[in-house]
Structures are given as structure tokens and as C-alpha cells.
């Protein structure tokens, strides 16, 4: 394991007073740190909206996304066990888990997963959401990887509680809602440009949290300006765009 990497982490998880605190941007490097430090390959992150019902914020890939979105529908997997009885929840193989999960197993499976641990973001009484790690080889998860991803999530759960303007339940549930809402406005900004720029989602997301960190922008600002057209994303042929191909569009006299 990367030491260094793991330090940054848990700096880049605490360090929330920084101006312009970005609550999706956050949790994508908890998802994206959990898969770079353990051996998993995939990450997802659900969280609570003001009514306790889960809703998916942030995963390291498209194919996690849509398997934690299954679970929502289908109300059903490990994310919402875990939630639900603020431990963890894990399965070596799903393979075995048809009786636990007879629709989540299945279509994790397909979407190429086969073994999964989920984590409880809590503190004490109070559980905001859950951590969901996914391997594609079958296998128990190793005890100082569950140990650093449970750590990881509470460091997470911590930060979010404590970070400023969010010290009582009522602005958390407001900070969390608004950050539910940035994820639509994050997802229809992601299908658009994966249309115009011809590459996959994953790619697309990337490329729309780059250009937000390079124009120290709220990835949801900077979606809300591309699915209203107020700017618009302009790349070589080969579909990799630079940060300085973004720019607004001239209004005419």
C-alpha cells in the first residue's frame, strides 16, 4: 500500500474548511482513494436524504453506479443492509448470496462483480449513509483492508458532520439534499457531453471534474452552465479536450 497516498487521503478527507467546499467533489475521493489504497475494483457511495432515504452520491466508475442504483430500485444488496443495521455487510462470493440477494446477486454478477464489503458511515447513533467496496475475483476481503476502508468512511462521515455550516441535523440534511441535487444536474452534464465528445461515461465524468479543478469551480456549477448551454466544452479531433477548450459562448450585440 502507498503510504504517502494514504496520508494524502486522509488530509484531502479532513481538510473541509478550505473555501468553496465541494460535498460531490469529496466523495468521489473517498470512492476514488478506496479503490487506489485497497484491493478492490470498484467503490460506490450512498447517503440519506432528509427523509432516510438512500440515494446514490459517488462511485468510481459508471459500472458502479448503475449496480448501486439497482440496489435503490430493487430495494435490495448490501449498501442498504448495512445502512439499515449500521454494520458491516460483506459476501466472498455472490455466487452463494441468491438466497440473501436473489436480484442484487445476480446483476452484480453481470456487471462483473462477484465478492463485496459494505461499510456504515456512522457516528455513534447517527448513520448518514454506506461505503460499498466491489472485487471481481471472488474472495474474502483482508482484515487491514476492511480496517483502512472503515476508517477512510468515518474519517468521511466525520468531516462531513463537523464541516462548517453544517453543525446542526438541519443544515446537514439541507447540505446533503442540495448535494442529491447536484448529482442529477452532474449525470445530465455526463450524457451530454458523452454525446457530443463521443467517449463513455466514466470519461465523461473525468473530464468534467478536471475542468472543474482547473477552473476551481463546484463540479455542479460548472454542469448546471453546460446543460444550460451557458458554456460549452470544444476538444481536438482526438476527444481529449484541455482545460483551456472550455469557453462561454459570445453573445451576440
Known amino acids: 500500500m502507498d503510504g504517502e497516498l494514504l496520508s494524502d487521503t486522509f488530509v484531502e478527507l479532513t481538510d473541509t474548511m478550505v473555501a468553496g467546499f ?5 466523495l468521489h475521493v473517498l470512492t476514488d482513494r478506496s479503490v487506489q489504497l485497497l484491493d478492490v475494483d470498484a467503490a460506490g457511495l450512498l447517503l440519506a436524504d432528509p427523509r432516510g432515504e438512500l440515494r446514490v452520491v459517488a462511485a468510481s466508475s459508471e459500472a458502479a ?5 439497482f440496489q435503490l430500485q430493487n430495494d435490495q444488496g448490501p449498501c442498504l443492509d448495512c445502512y439499515r443495521s449500521g454494520t458491516t455487510v460483506h459476501a466472498a462470493d455472490l455466487t ?9 446477486a ?3 454478477r453481470q456487471a462483473g462483480f462477484t465478492a463485496v464489503q459494505a461499510l456504515p458511515m456512522r457516528l455513534r447513533e447517527q448513520i448518514i449513509g454506506a461505503l460499498n467496496l466491489f472485487r471481481a475475483s471472488p474472495g474474502g476481503f483482508a482484515a487491514a483492508d476492511i480496517r483502512i476502508g472503515q476508517a477512510l468512511a468515518d474519517v468521511a462521515t466525520i468531516s462531513l458532520l463537523h464541516e462548517r455550516g453544517m453543525r446542526r441535523s438541519e443544515t446537514l440534511n439541507e447540505q446533503l439534499q442540495n448535494a442529491l441535487n447536484s448529482r442529477v444536474i452532474i449525470e445530465q452534464a455526463k450524457g ?5 465528445l463521443g467517449v463513455d461515461m466514466d470519461q465523461a465524468f473525468s473530464l468534467l471534474r478536471d475542468f472543474a479543478r482547473a477552473r476551481n469551480r463546484r463540479l455542479s456549477e ?5 446543460v444550460e448551454g451557458t458554456e460549452s466544452l470544444t476538444g481536438p479531433a482526438d476527444h481529449q479536450p484541455r482545460p483551456d477548450s472550455w469557453r462561454r459562448p459570445q453573445t451576440r450585440a
Open 192 to 196: 451530454k457531453l458523452a454525446e457530443r
Open 65 to 69: 453506479r448503475l449496480i448501486e442504483l
Open 222 to 226: 460548472l454542469a448546471q452552465a453546460l
Open 96 to 104: 452463494a448470496e441468491a438466497g440473501r440477494w436473489p436480484r442484487f
Open 106 to 108: 445476480p446483476a452484480a
Open 22 to 26: 465541494d460535498v460531490i467533489d469529496f
